[in-house]
């Protein structure tokens, strides 16, 4: 583990490489423990990991998996999304717990709020997707993107506004609200929205810093060593993913560093997170979707529903090309493979390796028919799942270096 650790560097970053659920929050925890700070950049409420505390399993959308460690800052980038009541409502779980998460908080001024409206919007603008085109996104319905229109449209309201006088708070609140209503027909509830500011404001707006970018280069300077939790997955992201059907933030270790104003060079390291196999969430494509049998059968052992809607994951097999795709795009330096215990009662693997006419080619790998749950070294592992693993590294020559076996912190393969 030390070694590993150190191969890191001061900053490194967990990043996604498939659409999203491959498990970020596991490895994250592991290595939150061994950094300094712990950072967010972009996404909001749509993002979900589940976080057990004390003895009980919550699912957090906002906060970073990290924050659970104690004493350590926790960063709310600029390129995140933030909606209020889902925060405060983190931070109570938290405090019930016996955490008090808000004097380590730094939350940038520049991140955009996002309001009960953008929620409506988010469904109104999928209901229309689906009279229209016949289907919507799928999106979480957190109102991410009317949130990030209104950040494009240079309208929005920003976390700097909790420093600001209550009467000027409302006269700009009541100015969007007036034109959601106008634009898109919806009912809002203004008291409702402005007294949820005012409860965050009371709570957080010391918690607000003068510029998260500056925050940032202080803790580089006195050489503190920051992880950087990526949200959602390359393949969803605004630019390189598969548009239209993406969040509407920028997923990759750039939008990252972006998010949180650091410059791209400050990035010692980046962990490029995928599934043993593959799922997705809401419309769009999906070259190795699997059969309805398999579906079922990679949905129920890999517990794929969900964890922000609830909503069933498609399963299918991971594609070798994407993930060659992603590792370019973010510069990845090792993998962490996730779940592989999932595919332990396999026959045989299928695993993409490429596309023609618009449907995946596969190699079959033997499967191993065992269980491989809990183990924590890569010699115990199966023939066929070292071979699986090894597959994974020549094709897309990048090491791995860590392996999810279970569900438990302690089921991780440390291989390099
Ligand atoms: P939105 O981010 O709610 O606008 O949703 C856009 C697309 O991204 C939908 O297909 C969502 O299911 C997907 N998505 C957003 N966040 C996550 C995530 O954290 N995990 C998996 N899929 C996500």
């Known amino acids: 583990m030390q070694k590993f ?4 560097g001061p900053v490194s970053a967990v990043i996604g490489a498939q659409w999203g659920d491959e498990g970020k929050g596991k490895v994250i925890d592991i290595l939150a423990e061994h950094f300094d700070v712990i950072a967010r950049a972009c996404g909001g409420a749509n993002a979900g990991h589940t976080i057990v505390v004390a003895g009980k399993k919550h699912v957090f959308h906002l906060l970073p998996a990290g924050s ?18 889902t925060l405060l409502e983190e931070i109570r779980t938290l405090k019930e717990a016996g955490m008090e998460i808000v004097p380590r908080m730094y939350i940038s001024p520049a991140a955009h709020i996002v309001f009960d409206y953008h929620k409506e919007i988010d469904t109104a603008l999928e209901h229309r997707r689906a009279s229209e085109k016949g289907q919507g996104i799928g999106t ?20 700097e506004c909790l420093r600001w006088d ?36 009371k709570l957080l707006e010391d918690r607000v810093v003068s510029n998260t970018a500056h925050l940032m280069h202080e803790f580089l300077e006195k050489k503190r060593t920051i992880l950087i939790e990526g949200a959602q997955a390359t393949l969803l992201d605004l630019d390189h ?13 750039a939008g990252a560093l972006q998010g949180l104003g650091l ?3 400050a990035l ?67 993998w962490n493979i996730t779940k592989l215990d999932v595919l332990d009662t ?53 090491p791995v270096g860590l392996i999810g076996t279970g569900q438990k912190r302690e089921d991780m393969i440390i291989k390099s």
């Open 263 to 265: 410059p791209p060079r």
């Open 5 to 8: 650790l150190k191969s890191l």
């Open 166 to 201: 209550e009467k000027i708070l409302k006269t700009e609140l009541n100015a969007r609200l007036k034109s959601a209503k106008e634009m898109y027909g919806i009912a809002i509830d203004e008291d409702k929205e402005f007294n949820q500011l005012i409860t965050a404001k």
């Open 268 to 334: 010692a390291s980046c962990i490029g997170v995928a599934k043993a196999y593959c799922t997705r969430v809401g419309s769009g494509t999906f070259l190795t979707e699997a059969d309805e049998e398999s579906q079922k059968r990679l949905r129920d052992r890999g517990g794929e529903y969900g964890a922000t809607t609830g909503r069933p994951r498609r399963c299918g097999w991971i594609h070798l090309p994407d993930l060659k795709y992603a590792a370019q795009i973010n510069g990845f330096d090792t």
């Open 68 to 85: 659970l460690h104690e004493g350590k800052p926790v960063v709310l980038g600029a390129g995140m999304v933030i909606h209020l009541p």
């Open 241 to 253: 993913g598969t548009y239209p059907y993406v969040t509407s933030s920028f997923t990759t270790a």
């Open 140 to 159: 979480t319905k957190r109102g991410i993107g009317p949130a990030y229109m209104d950040k494009a449209a240079r309208s929005g309201l920003r976390m």
């Open 346 to 398: 396999e026959e045989k693997i299928p695993v993409g390796i490429g596309e023609k006419d618009g449907k995946a080619e596969y190699t079959y790998l033997p499967g191993w028919k065992t269980s491989t749950v809990g183990l924590q070294s890569f010699k115990e592992l199966p023939k066929a799942a070292q071979d699986f693993i090894s597959f994974i590294e020549e094709h897309t020559k990048i």
